[in-house]
Each structure stands twice: as C-alpha cells, then as structure tokens.
C-alpha cells in the first residue's frame, strides 16, 4: 500500500509569524497533532504537540511567539508513492510520529502520522 492509498484528512497549516497560541487553538479545533509550517507555498516546518510542550515548558510565551521560533525547520518528508511500511521504518528511524506528504512539485498535501500507519497496518493483519 502507497502513502496516496490512506484515508484522506485535511491538512492543517499555518503561516510562520502565526503565534504558537493560535497555532495551538487550530490545533485543537481541528483535534489535529500536528500542522504545516508553509510559507509562499513552500513547506518551510511543522509545528507538532511535542514541539508545543517543548515551547511552554522552556518558557516561551505562546501570546508572543510565533510559529518559526518553535517548529521544526525543514522537515524529513514523503511523497505519496512511498510504500507505508517504508514510511513507518522511516518515521522509527528519525524517531518521529509524523511526516508531511508532498507532491511531485514538493507541494505539502497532506501529512501522515504514526497512528494512521498502525491503524492501516493492524488492520491487514487480521
């Protein structure tokens, strides 16, 4: 099974002066754990609960700070021919739960998690 074969789900983004606050209000309104840090069209970080964690706990003030001072610049990627079971080995490798998925242009269009893996993997296990 290839990336483009899981279930569909929207993906969340946001701008990189967008305040970790609001960052986190999207998150949570959209029941989402991670989002996309896109600048002119370009994939530029993702911003995910455990960097938001990380933020508050250093003492970042979320009213102030914005998106680019907290996401992980330059993320690790996928494309959406990627085989799933080569996505999961890549996301225990980097010992990460979520990758963004990007077209053939590098455009970001959607973002595969760690839960949507197992839940496709446990599923054809039966």
Do not use: F
Request: hydrophobic content about 45%; cysteine-free.
């Amino acid at each position: 099974m290839k990336v483009r074969d899981l279930p569909p789900g929207p993906l969340l983004t946001a701008d990189p002066e967008t305040t970790i606050a609001e960052v986190a209000r999207q998150m949570r309104t959209d029941d989402s754990d991670a989002i996309a840090v896109i600048s002119q069209g370009r994939l530029v970080g993702i911003i995910t609960e455990r960097d938001l964690v990380k933020a508050i706990a250093d003492g970042v003030d979320p009213q102030q700070a914005r998106a680019d001072v907290v996401m992980t610049a330059d993320p690790a990627t996928v494309d959406a021919d990627e085989d799933i079971a080569m996505v999961a080995v890549k996301m225990m490798r980097l010992g990460v739960r979520h990758l963004p998925v990007l077209n053939k242009a590098g455009k970001p269009i959607g973002l595969v998690s760690a839960r949507n893996l197992v839940a496709i993997l446990d599923r054809g296990a039966d």
